[in-house]
C-alpha cells in the first residue's frame, strides 16, 4: 500500500467579504509585484542604475501589463484556442483562470522593449534587471497553484506523493511544489550569482530563460499535461515543446555572452618589503 502525504486543503479563498472574494492565488500575484518592486529597487542599485523612485513604478507598471495581457493571451493561443473562438468575451474572464508563462514571458520582453525606448534605457540592462526579479514571482504563483489544488502531477507512488481533491483517488506527484523549488529558490539563487558577475549586459537574462528551459522542461515529465491537450509529440506536452527552444537557445547566448564580456579586473600585487 503506498503511503501518502495528506494533502493540505486551504481554502482558495482567503478572505470574504459580501460578495466579493479575495483568492490566494491573487494575492500571490499581489506579493510578487510588491516584492518584485523592492528586489528591482535592490539590484538597479547594486548595478548603480539610475533608475529613480518614479522610473521604478513606471517600469512595474508596465511588467504588470506585459505579464497579465501576454499571460492571457499565451494561454488562448497555445493552449485552448478552438473553446475560446466560440466563446472570445469569456477571454476576458481572466478570474476563471487559464495563464500561460511564455505568454506572459513574451509580454513581459515587449513591455520592457516599450519602456526602454521611452525612456532611453539600455534594454540589455533592464533585461537583466528584472530577470533577477523573475523567479520571486513565478515561486510564488506555483504555491498559489498549489493551493488551489491545480495543475498537478501524474501518478506517482513515492513517499510524498499526495492525492490531490481534482485528480481522482490516485497519488500524485505535487509538481507545483517541485516548481515552486526549482523556478523560485533555486532560479532566483543562480540568476543572483550571474547578476553579481561582471558579464556583459544579457547574460542575466539568457541565463533565465535557459535555466527555466531547463527545469519547466524536466518537471513536465511529472507534471499532468492538460486533459484536453494531452501529450503532443510522444511522451512530450505542450509545455516540454514550448520551453525546449528556450532551453538551447537561453544556453547558447549564455555562453556567448560569458564569452563577450570582459575579463574581471584584477587587483593590483602588494609590493613587499625588503627584509
Known amino acids: 500500500m503506498t503511503l501518502v502525504l495528506p494533502y493540505p486543503h486551504i481554502d482558495p479563498v482567503f478572505l470574504r467579504i459580501g460578495p466579493v472574494q479575495l483568492r490566494w492565488y491573487g494575492l500571490m ?61 469569456s477571454i476576458l474572464a481572466i478570474w476563471q483562470g487559464g495563464m500561460s508563462f511564455h505568454g506572459g514571458f513574451l509580454g513581459v520582453i515587449a513591455a520592457a522593449v516599450y519602456i526602454t525606448r521611452k525612456k532611453g534605457w539600455n534594454f540589455w540592462q533592464i533585461a537583466d534587471l528584472v530577470s533577477v526579479a523573475v523567479p520571486v514571482g513565478l515561486g510564488l504563483g506555483r504555491i498559489g497553484n498549489f493551493i488551489n489544488g491545480e ?85 512530450f506536452s505542450r509545455g516540454q515543446l514550448l520551453s525546449l527552444p528556450m532551453l538551447i537557445l537561453g544556453f547558447a547566448m549564455m555562453t556567448i555572452y560569458v564569452r563577450w564580456s570582459p575579463p574581471p579586473k584584477s587587483r593590483p600585487a602588494n609590493k613587499s618589503r625588503a627584509r
Open 29 to 89: 500575484y499581489m506579493l510578487s509585484f510588491i516584492l518584485g518592486y523592492f528586489l528591482l529597487k535592490r539590484f538597479a542599485r547594486y548595478r548603480k542604475l539610475e533608475l529613480s523612485g518614479d522610473d521604478l513604478y513606471d517600469l512595474l507598471f508596465y511588467l504588470i501589463i506585459g505579464v497579465m495581457v501576454g499571460g492571457r493571451l499565451g494561454y488562448v493561443l497555445l493552449y485552448d484556442l478552438n473553446n475560446y473562438l466560440l466563446q472570445p468575451l
Open 151 to 235: 495543475l498537478y502531477g501524474r501518478p506517482t507512488d513515492v513517499a510524498w506523493a499526495m492525492v490531490f481533491p481534482e485528480g481522482g483517488s490516485v497519488p500524485r506527484h505535487p509538481s507545483q511544489l517541485y516548481e515552486a523549488v526549482l523556478e523560485g529558490l533555486v532560479l532566483f539563487v543562480i540568476l543572483r550569482w550571474l547578476y553579481r558577475k561582471t558579464y556583459k549586459a544579457g547574460t542575466v537574462f539568457w541565463g533565465l530563460v535557459g535555466t527555466y528551459g531547463l527545469f519547466r522542461f524536466l518537471v513536465e515529465f511529472v507534471r499532468e499535461p492538460d486533459a484536453h491537450i494531452g501529450l503532443d509529440l510522444g511522451p
